[in-house]
């Protein structure tokens, strides 16, 4: 199973932006269809985004599309998180996820691989 290791959260203010990095080890990282889910305090996890496992495809949640932009290097085993135009709803601690589809269904259950998590704090 892949490992993952999530970077590049922190605090910025609204309209601001960030780039979350998510780095993967052990397993073969273009096997896996790579999506961001977030949590906010007091809020269950939702999901953010995905993106095919050659990086044609990505699909996003209406709350977030056309502010962030997933996008992967397979050569680096790496996915990125480009999030501008941010707000205050957006703090969440930020999750990278490995999946097998790319509906992302075993992560909508709770399965498949997960990172540690990076926090986002947006300031008003």
């Known amino acids: 199973q892949v490992q993952l290791v999530e970077s590049g959260g922190g605090l910025v203010q609204a309209g601001g932006s960030l780039r979350l990095s998510c780095a993967a080890s052990?397993?073969?990282?273009?096997?896996?269809?790579m999506g961001w889910f977030r949590q906010a305090p007091g809020k269950e996890r939702e999901f953010v985004c995905v993106?095919?496992?050659?990086?044609?495809?990505?699909y996003y949640a209406d709350s977030v599309k056309g502010r962030f932009t997933i996008s992967r290097d397979n050569a680096k085993n790496s996915v990125y998180l480009q999030m501008n135009s941010l707000k205050p709803e957006d703090t969440a601690v930020y999750y990278c996820?490995?999946?097998?589809?790319?509906?992302?269904?075993?992560?909508?259950?709770?399965?498949?691989?997960w990172g540690q998590g990076t926090q986002v704090t947006v300031s008003s």
């Open positions: 996820v490995a999946d097998r589809t790319l509906s992302m269904s075993a992560a909508r259950q709770g399965s498949g691989s």
């Open positions: 052990g397993g073969t990282f273009s096997n896996y269809y």
């Open positions: 993106i095919s496992r050659g990086g044609i495809t990505s």
